[in-house]
């Protein structure tokens, strides 16, 4: 199977890791997904592991010539909708970056281009995969918790000096699409529920001069049956901090009590005295998985579903904060 | 100093706690705030400290009679404000249960009676002189986390078998006025700012026969300055959970993280590497601090504006999880 990667933006790691495993797997091709975009690390990243891409100017000349199963799109997050709807048009399978799209209008084209297209299309929640959230995700499918009521998730990063495409809110999207999506995936998830609303906050303030970057940011949604969830996000961890980012998530339900915290799993709840930190299930690939599917030898836990209403949260959240009101779904 | 007790449905015990340090002080009488509740817990914890307080069937004709220096009210939390004005009206300091009004109309004309009294108010926000929260509320103060930006806080609760008066809306007020009250105060209190809106949902689903009572609650609220903060609030804590609450308090500055969780604070910023546990200094205890303002020895730390306001954002949060829109201040 022949992969071209667009772009160097993103976590296009998520592929090189997948790839590493399967000997059939050939990264053929790389370009930029925008305009004055290095993509020497995603190329360095492709030989580290003993393959050999040709570097391309132009990403549909790329798409053309070498016609590749797979595109791992992942350029300045603005323009992720924009080159995925060329890669679908070429019937090419897309694993894109989150978010998927950053407009509404780039949204709904993408979702049209991909209904025609009759490809697989997956957002990068690569997060799912990893060890403690997978751990959590099979204790929670086994009722560990019973019907979870009420979550808050947590996104902390810290901010660094960053590129300059995140400066603008045409070309980053927006600190609640780009950080917090992870967290409002997890609560679509994890809940089984329906987005219903969303009340959200963001705040440029103290970015140390980084633009239209939102450096905190506070979102409130309310799923089908009353189940209700907060979203705190921000860039403001200290640079001291032990890790980049400090990833949480709590998960109340109606028979105990889940929490992710420090890349660990606890529970509490009816069966067990105390507080219990739980063994963690090996992590997964979310690449891996993503092949599985094209594959026909599985669903990839992130379906094409899942891609696109969770960005569709996002850009409600998003237009929420930025106007100041209820956005209903 | 004479001291009487209304009622035994709440935190009298804190009043307890400073009396049975202070020895200029004594308890006197104890009556019921509330139609049908029993006394007897408050009367034995007086007796237990080596007060004999006489026992009233009416706590107006006991205010009448004894003609105390202070009233420490906490009946059913519907009727914290009619009390409070029938002890305001007689110039007896009022050391009040929160939410001090449970309607915004009581709210309003409880305000109208401090004003015209001359005495001293303030709700019970007692967890602010917890060893954890005093010494959180010190290190904020000494600038450790910079400008406050956003915040989290979470107040989980078991259930248990609660009286009848919490089943009721109008003896009750709602769980985001009862539980929530404390975290919407720490928000309130540590950040310094005005409210601007709130945006709260609550749900009586799974509440084992609660009638009204609320399990789960969230809270956005915006303040001045861009600062956001949440509410997490939920009666789901499992039975076999190490404690009776899990109180949380997550405050992202400019310069660093503070968290109050598990009795604990950590601190993470510029100054220092990694996660430091602070050591805690020594709890105090609310009433304590109460008559040392009204022997004019100094402010007490919940002043009679935070009793009121905190009270005000505490109802607009409700309104808003009882209509499902913003409520501006």
Redesign the interface.
Known sequence: MKVVIIGSSGHYNYAIEGIREDRDVTIVGVAPGSEGEDVSPAYRAACKIGHVPKVYDDYRIMLDEVKPDIAVVNCFFGHHARVTMQVLERGIHAFVEKPVATTFEDLEQLKEAHSRSGVHLAAMFGIRYSAHFITAWNLVKDGVVG?I??M?A?K?YKLGQRSDFYKSRSTYGGTIPWVGSHAIDWLYWFSGQKFE?V???H?T??NLEHGDLE??????F?FS??????V?I?Y???????THDDDRL?L??????LEVRNGKVYL????????REVPLLPKQNIFIDFLRQIRGEGECLVTVHDSFYVTEACLKARQSADE???IRF
Chains 1, 2 share one sequence.
């Open positions: 019907e009521r009420l808050n947590q902390s609303s009340f959200a906050s705040s303030r103290y450096v905190s940011a506070l979102c409130h309310t049956n009353e189940v209700f969830g907060s705190s921000d403001l961890r200290p640079k001291q901090a032990p709590r109340v339900g109606t028979r105990g009590v509490i709840n009816d069966d067990i005295d105390g507080i100041g009101k209820v």
